[in-house]
């Protein structure tokens, strides 16, 4: 990795993490795809879970007293069943493969995001929180892009913005947490992706902060708008990725 490649991750994570703090969601789904333009696919994956555990462990502890409980309690279990055929994903397939994973994981948690949004509360049976759960633990460990399912799970259920952010990010710091600990224990963490962390973590701290900061101003009615473009830069990310693999 060059120093221009290290600066280029810097500042990528620092504009996703500024965003992901202001929805609370969005950081993998836009990042991955982005960095691993540079890093390739499956260091990127690796390194954000790590990189996560940093960013969602912050916002879960900031937010604690807003988490919706009941719905965090069947939404786990699903999770940590999902992380281990997700691992097992991320070992052994091929670079290729992960990449074309990760475009369908893209453009069809994106669609999905954009076409719950602004709909009515759903009335849901519990077992659907766990099954969200379950697909993205399984996201968690293979692609590192695990948003669509909750988040989707969480405008259906009606929640408000902060109760929405909090429960998302105690869910994807346990999904993270865990995570990390399958792929340690399966030979995952290699160099490169300490590399990757080292280079990324100042941009995630400049993230934090702007984004912090930034989430006292911006005003609800702006959270539509945030995410579809969110989502839109994943989708042209992941289509220039395919286009240079």
């Keep these: ?22 929805t609370g969601f969005g950081g993998a789904l836009i990042g991955v795809p ?21 960013s969602t462990g912050y916002l879960a502890i900031t937010l604690r007293t807003l988490i919706d409980r ?4 069947r939404i786990i279990p699903g999770v940590l069943v999902g992380l281990v055929p997700g691992a097992i994903i991320l070992q052994v397939v091929d670079e290729d493969a992960l990449r074309a994973m990760l475009a369908v994981a893209v453009v069809g948690g994106a669609t999905l995001i954009l076409w719950r949004r602004n709909r009515p509360p759903l009335d849901l049976p519990r077992w659907v929180d766990t099954a969200a759960g379950g697909v993205a633990g399984l996201l968690t460990t293979s692609l590192s892009t695990n948003g669509p399912p909750v988040v989707v799970l969480l405008q259906a259920r009606g929640l408000e913005p902060e109760p929405f952010r909090a429960t998302l990010s105690a869910t ?8 990390m600990a399958l792929l340690g224990a399966s030979g995952q963490l290699v160099p490169d992706v300490w590399r990757t962390v080292a280079v990324a973590l100042p ?7 702007l984004g912090l900061k930034l989430a006292r101003r911006v005003p609800t009615s702006w959270f539509p708008t945030i995410v579809t473009a969110m989502l ?9 990725g395919i286009v240079r693999a």
Aim: charged share 5%; aromatic share 4%; proline share 3%.
């Design 70 to 73: 009941p719905i965090l309690r």
């Design 232 to 240: 839109a830069t994943s989708v042209v990310s992941i289509t220039v």
């Design 1 to 22: 990795m060059t120093a221009q490649d290290g600066i280029t991750i810097a500042l990528i994570v620092a504009a996703v993490f500024t965003v992901t703090r202001i």
């Design 34 to 54: 982005l960095v691993s333009l540079i890093a390739g696919p499956r260091t990127t994956v690796v390194a954000t879970i790590v990189l996560a555990v940093v």
């Design 203 to 209: 941009g995630l701290a400049v993230g934090q902060y």
């Design 172 to 179: 994807f710091l346990i999904a993270n947490v865990v995570g």
